[in-house]
């Protein structure tokens, strides 16, 4: 027994920061009815400022710690409750859009910075030993976090459940109409939950940073995400349940850990047990049980004047001379549009999700990294080129159907959630397995018939490819199943009643968007003579996200516009190329709070003193005459 103690302990004090985290985030959840995807890289965020001024400056680590978790926990606090604010008029989607582009600001702001190098984080705490269990030492920095940890969690419930201002916090979900008539202000109300729980996140980080001891932003926002899975243990809504869940999660996490050391092929399940729990608890709870604090908007239709039949041919004929034209004009970049046209697919499948049939999807870099590693073992088995990578799409969509569970459980927010969760855990889990990409690059390569091995020849089959792809997705879109899939994220309601299986539809979406994105990434990893899992980053899944909110609400559009943004313009303006991430950042930011007034200056947009007073609550009764309510269950 004595064995299991080293790992009870930390356990427990990794989970009494994930707890802390998890609350701050159910507090903000709980006020604005905005799920901030953004809260563990406002940890990181803040763990940098700490190392800057206590490693690199030479402060005391109080005065350091006062700086970057008061300061500027409060300074990012104020900022996304701005962003709140314009996120509240609008569909869940967008408000997911505008989270993560919030995540990807921080970051982007935090590598251009510091580099994409891991940092050495130094403890600030003693690690002289404070008593012993069974033998095993416990530290003084294990006490004083565990302790402070606990005391601020006791803090924020008795001052949510006890105080005046707790009161008001209840209030202001429940009804802030009726707050604002008994004269409190819901803005205040909800500005000081956001302030309450950036500095919570902001704490959490800099814990974690120090028990790590290294500094990584995107291994960093990673660990403060696995609050996700404590928040999940307490549905969204529950303080203590949410710091009892992160305790749980962080014994688990340890003790499974003990267990899989022998155990090559566990290897790695310790780490992302927070995000299995994230998406099993999803799952069994369901859209009716955890419900959705959120906005449940949808913009109304715009009248637009469609082009006419040869204005659209001719647009089309131009932009595939243009496309032709491109190995003889670009000379030497011309690898750098071979990658943006490998792309052309895996936004068309993220598109057909997003604005065809209003699912919401965190993990399609995941998929493209399961049709790359089945399109590199099969060239390796001697498949024939073509034939690989048809197979890297059809492995692939089994992998988009499992995806496709929690589309029939989920909607909008938590369907987001459990896809991110789904997508971290093939990253983290299946990647380093051999069926995969394993410790090593898998061989691959390009057909060598008909000069298709070139450069040149090479662009000119992905050309091909992403033809035939278009093509595929505007059939999809002016069938039967088109109709279907728009029905779907306009009404399932209204689609079920017409006898079609809302969940059928689901399925089947999901699949086809896992075939595009499989043979996108078989593509990918053709124009190499090698793949390995690190072209498949889980956070790529983000930009992708935020990159196609930026390239225009057409699936086709944004299949187009979307990899020159994310892959060509960073190659061709080398010296902003780290800037461009905050760029798509501050992008994703803008386009979802303008998504539904557009000509609105975005200044008057987030200062409106009727919205600000009403909130969310009055998006759900429809009180707003510019938005229409969706019905219950509907996936925007």
Not at 7 to 22: D, E, P, Q, R, T
Not at 159 to 178: I, Q
Not at 359 to 371: D, E, P, R, Y
Request: charged share 10%; glycine share 12%.
């Amino acid at each position: 027994m004595s064995s299991y103690v080293p790992f009870l302990i930390f356990g427990l004090v990794v989970g009494s920061i994930y707890g802390l985290a998890a609350m701050g985030l159910v507090l903000t959840y709980r006020t604005s009815g905005i799920f901030n995807f953004a809260h563990g890289a406002i940890g990181a965020g803040a763990a940098y400022v700490f190392y800057e001024l206590r490693q690199r400056q030479g402060w005391s680590w109080p005065f350091a710690a006062l700086v970057a978790v008061v300061l500027f926990g409060i300074v990012i606090g104020l900022a996304a409750e701005r962003i709140a604010v314009g996120l509240a008029r609008v569909p869940v989607s967008y408000q997911i859009v505008g989270t993560v582009g919030l995540l990807l600001l921080i970051r982007a702001v935090a590598t251009w910075i510091y580099g994409p190098e891991y940092k050495l984080f130094s403890p600030f705490l003693s690690h002289r030993r404070a008593f012993t269990v069974s033998g095993v030492a416990v530290t003084w920095e294990s006490v004083i976090t565990f302790l402070a940890v606990s005391l601020a969690a006791v803090g924020l419930y008795l001052l949510v459940e006890r105080s005046r201002l707790g009161t008001r916090m209840r209030a202001v979900v429940d009804d802030p109409g009726l707050l604002d008539t008994a004269g409190t202000s819901p803005t205040r109300v909800r500005r000081q939950a956001w302030l309450l729980g950036s500095c919570f996140a902001a704490a959490s980080g800099v814990l974690l940073a120090s028990q790590q001891q290294q500094l990584d932003a995107t291994l960093l926002s990673l660990l403060v995400v696995q609050a996700f899975g404590a928040a999940a243990l307490g549905a969204f809504r529950s303080l203590p349940l949410a710091y009892a869940g992160g305790i749980a999660v962080g014994i688990a996490q340890k003790l499974v850990s003990k267990q899989t050391s022998t155990h090559g092929w566990l290897q790695g399940l310790d780490f992302n047990l927070p995000f299995l729990v994230l998406f099993f608890v999803l799952l069994v709870l369901g859209r009716r049980r955890l419900g959705d604090l959120g906005s449940r908007v949808r913009v109304k239709a715009v009248k637009t004047k469609p082009m006419s039949p040869p204005a659209r041919a001719v647009t089309t004929v131009a932009g595939l001379v243009i496309a032709v034209l491109i190995p003889q004009l670009v000379g030497a970049k011309l690898p750098v549009w071979i990658n943006a046209m490998s792309q052309v697919l895996l936004f068309l499948s993220l598109g057909l999700l997003v604005h065809t049939s209003g699912q919401v999807s965190l993990c399609q870099m995941s998929l493209a990294a399961v049709g790359a590693a089945a399109f590199a073992h099969a060239i390796s088995g001697g498949v024939p080129w073509g034939a690989a990578v048809i197979l890297g799409g059809l492995v692939a969509v089994p992998v988009g159907a499992v995806v496709a569970i929690p589309a029939i459980r989920l909607s909008g927010l938590f369907l987001a959630l459990a896809t991110l969760g789904f997508g971290i855990f093939i990253a983290q889990f299946f990647y380093v397995k051999s069926y995969m990409f394993g410790l090593a690059d898998l061989r691959t390569g390009r057909p060598g018939a008909l000069g298709l091995d070139t450069d040149k020849g090479y662009y000119y089959l992905l050309l091909a490819f992403a033809v035939a792809g278009v093509g595929l997705v505007m059939v999809i879109e002016r069938s039967r199943l088109g109709r279907l899939l728009r029905g779907l994220g306009d009404s399932p309601t209204a689609l079920q009643t017409l006898g079609v299986s809302v969940d059928v539809t689901r399925v089947l979406v999901f699949c086809i968007s896992a075939f595009l994105a499989g043979i996108s990434g078989a593509l990918f990893a053709g124009q190499f003579g090698s793949v390995s899992g690190v072209s498949f980053n889980f956070v790529n899944s983000l930009v992708l996200l935020a990159v196609l909110s930026l390239a225009g609400r057409t699936t086709v559009k944004a299949a187009v516009i979307g990899p020159i943004g994310m892959v060509v313009a960073p190659a061709y303006v080398t010296s902003f190329a780290d800037g461009f991430q905050i760029l798509f950042g501050l992008g994703a930011i803008l386009a979802s709070i303008l998504a539904v007034r557009p000509t609105i200056p975005f200044a008057r947009f987030i200062s409106r003193d009727e919205f600000r007073r009403v909130g969310t609550t009055a998006a759900r009764a429809g009180r707003e005459p510019a938005i229409a309510p969706v019905p219950a269950g509907g996936a925007r």
